[in-house]
C-alpha cells in the first residue's frame, strides 16, 4: 500500500509540473511584445538598397512597406525576416528612381507582433557621376572654363579656392563659364554635377584642377597736367609703370596705391613722373607709357601721352 501511495503522489507530482510547464510555455509563446525598434534607414551598397532595423536576438522582425500612389502612402507588402536587414532589390515589387516609399519594422514572434517603428519616408535615388577630370579646360586667351556633360545632370556647381583659402560657389545651368571677372591668380577649382530630379543625387567633386588666371592690363585714361604729373586709369592695379620717350625707355615709376574707381578699375597719379617728363618736347615726340607685367597680370598696350 504504501509503495502504491508513493506512486500516486509522484504521478500527481509530475502532471502537475507539466501542467505549470505547459502554461509557462504557452505564456512565453502568447505575450505580447512591447517593444518596437528604434529606427529603420535604407543603406545603398554598390547601387543595391538595404532596409535595416534595429537588431533583436530575441525576435525575427517584420518590414512594412509603404508606396506614395497619388498622393497617399498605400501598403504594397509586408515582409518577415529572420535577420534585421532586407535586400529592397530582391522583393516582389520595383523601385524606379524617384519613387517615394515609406517604411516601418516590427519585432514578431510566432504568436504575436510588436508595435510598429516610426515610419521613415525615402525616395529611391542615386547620386550622379562626377565630372570626369580629363575634360575640365580652360583657355586663357577667353577665360572660358569649360568640361564634359554628365549623364542626367540638369546643372553644375563650380567651387572655386584662390591661394588665401577664399572661397567661391556659382550655381551654373551650362557646363562651362567665363573667368572674365576673376581676378588674376592661381586658383582651384571643383565641379559638382547637379539635378532637378528626385532620382539624382548631387555627385561628388571632381579631383581637384589648377587654373592660371593671367590677363593683360588696359589702361583706359592717362593725361599729362602742366605740372608733369600723370592722371592714369587702369582695368588691373600694376606695381610699376614704363615710360618711353620716341621707342627710348625713359625710365619707371612705381605704381603705389590705386583709388578703385567703380566700372573702371584703379586710378593712379604718378607725381614721380615729372622727374623723366621734365624737358621732353611733348609737341615733336612721341610720349607712351605702359603699365609693367607682375605675376600673372601681363603688361599692357602702349597708351599716348599729351600735355592737357
Given at each position: 500500500?504504501?509503495?502504491?501511495?508513493?506512486?500516486?503522489?509522484?504521478?500527481?507530482?509530475?502532471?502537475?509540473?507539466?501542467?505549470?510547464?505547459?502554461?509557462?510555455?504557452?505564456?512565453?509563446?502568447?505575450?505580447?511584445?512591447?517593444?518596437?525598434?528604434?529606427?529603420?534607414?535604407?543603406?545603398?551598397?554598390?547601387?543595391?538598397?538595404?532596409?535595416?532595423?534595429?537588431?533583436?536576438?530575441?525576435?525575427?522582425?517584420?518590414?512594412?512597406?509603404?508606396?506614395?500612389?497619388?498622393?497617399?502612402?498605400?501598403?504594397?507588402?509586408?515582409?518577415?525576416?529572420?535577420?534585421?536587414?532586407?535586400?529592397?532589390?530582391?522583393?516582389?515589387?520595383?523601385?524606379?528612381?524617384?519613387?517615394?516609399?515609406?517604411?516601418?519594422?516590427?519585432?514578431?514572434?510566432?504568436?504575436?507582433?510588436?508595435?510598429?517603428?516610426?515610419?521613415?519616408?525615402?525616395?529611391?535615388?542615386?547620386?550622379?557621376?562626377?565630372?570626369?577630370?580629363?575634360?575640365?579646360?580652360?583657355?586663357?586667351?577667353?577665360?572660358?572654363?569649360?568640361?564634359?556633360?554628365?549623364?542626367?545632370?540638369?546643372?553644375?556647381?563650380?567651387?572655386?579656392?584662390?591661394?588665401?583659402?577664399?572661397?567661391?560657389?556659382?550655381?551654373?545651368?551650362?557646363?562651362?563659364?567665363?573667368?572674365?571677372?576673376?581676378?588674376?591668380?592661381?586658383?582651384t577649382v571643383f565641379l559638382?554635377?547637379?539635378?532637378?530630379?528626385?532620382?539624382?543625387?548631387?555627385?561628388?567633386?571632381?579631383?581637384?584642377?589648377?587654373?592660371?588666371?593671367?590677363?593683360?592690363?588696359?589702361?583706359?585714361?592717362?593725361?599729362?597736367?602742366?605740372?608733369?604729373?600723370?592722371?592714369?586709369?587702369?582695368?588691373?592695379?600694376?606695381?610699376?609703370?614704363?615710360?618711353?620717350?620716341?621707342?627710348?625707355?625713359?625710365?619707371?615709376?612705381?605704381a603705389g596705391d590705386g583709388?578703385?574707381?567703380?566700372?573702371?578699375?584703379?586710378?593712379?597719379?604718378l607725381t614721380d613722373a615729372?622727374?623723366?617728363?621734365?624737358?621732353?618736347?611733348?609737341?615733336?615726340?612721341?610720349?607712351?607709357?605702359?603699365?609693367?607685367?607682375?605675376?600673372?597680370?601681363?603688361?599692357?598696350?602702349?597708351?599716348?601721352?599729351?600735355?592737357?
Open positions: 500500500m504504501k509503495t502504491k501511495k508513493i506512486i500516486y503522489i509522484s504521478v500527481a507530482i509530475l502532471a502537475f509540473v507539466a501542467v505549470v510547464v505547459g502554461l509557462c510555455l504557452f505564456f512565453f509563446a502568447s505575450r505580447r511584445i512591447d517593444t518596437a525598434p528604434n529606427s529603420v534607414q535604407v543603406m545603398n551598397v554598390d547601387d543595391e538598397f538595404f532596409l535595416v532595423t534595429e537588431y533583436s536576438g530575441q525576435y525575427s522582425y517584420k518590414f512594412r512597406v509603404e508606396q506614395n500612389l497619388g498622393g497617399q502612402f498605400v501598403l504594397i507588402d509586408t515582409i518577415e525576416s529572420e535577420t534585421n536587414i532586407i535586400s529592397l532589390s530582391q522583393q516582389d515589387f520595383d523601385i524606379a528612381l524617384g519613387e517615394e516609399f515609406r517604411f516601418s519594422a516590427c519585432f514578431s514572434q510566432e504568436n504575436s507582433d510588436g508595435e510598429f517603428s516610426e515610419p521613415v519616408v525615402w525616395v529611391a535615388c542615386t547620386p550622379l557621376q562626377s565630372v570626369d577630370t580629363s575634360t575640365i579646360s580652360y583657355d586663357k586667351e577667353t577665360f572660358i572654363l569649360s568640361w564634359g556633360e554628365v549623364a542626367n545632370a540638369d546643372g553644375y556647381d563650380l567651387l572655386i579656392v584662390d591661394n588665401a583659402g577664399n572661397s567661391d560657389v556659382a550655381t551654373l545651368e551650362t557646363n562651362s563659364v567665363s573667368l572674365d571677372e576673376v581676378p588674376v591668380g592661381t586658383y559638382f554635377a547637379t539635378s532637378d530630379s528626385q532620382g539624382f543625387l548631387t555627385s561628388s567633386a571632381s579631383e581637384r584642377v589648377v587654373i592660371e588666371v593671367e590677363k593683360h592690363n588696359e589702361i583706359v585714361f592717362a593725361s599729362v597736367d602742366e605740372n608733369l604729373h600723370v592722371t592714369l586709369a587702369c582695368t588691373q592695379s600694376p606695381l610699376q609703370f614704363e615710360i618711353y620717350v620716341d621707342n627710348a625707355l625713359r625710365g619707371t615709376l612705381q583709388e578703385e574707381v567703380d566700372g573702371v578699375g584703379f586710378e593712379f597719379v615729372r622727374t623723366l617728363l621734365y624737358g621732353v618736347d611733348f609737341e615733336n615726340s612721341v610720349v607712351e607709357i605702359r603699365s609693367c607685367a607682375n605675376g600673372y597680370l601681363l603688361e599692357s598696350e602702349f597708351v599716348t601721352l599729351t600735355l592737357s
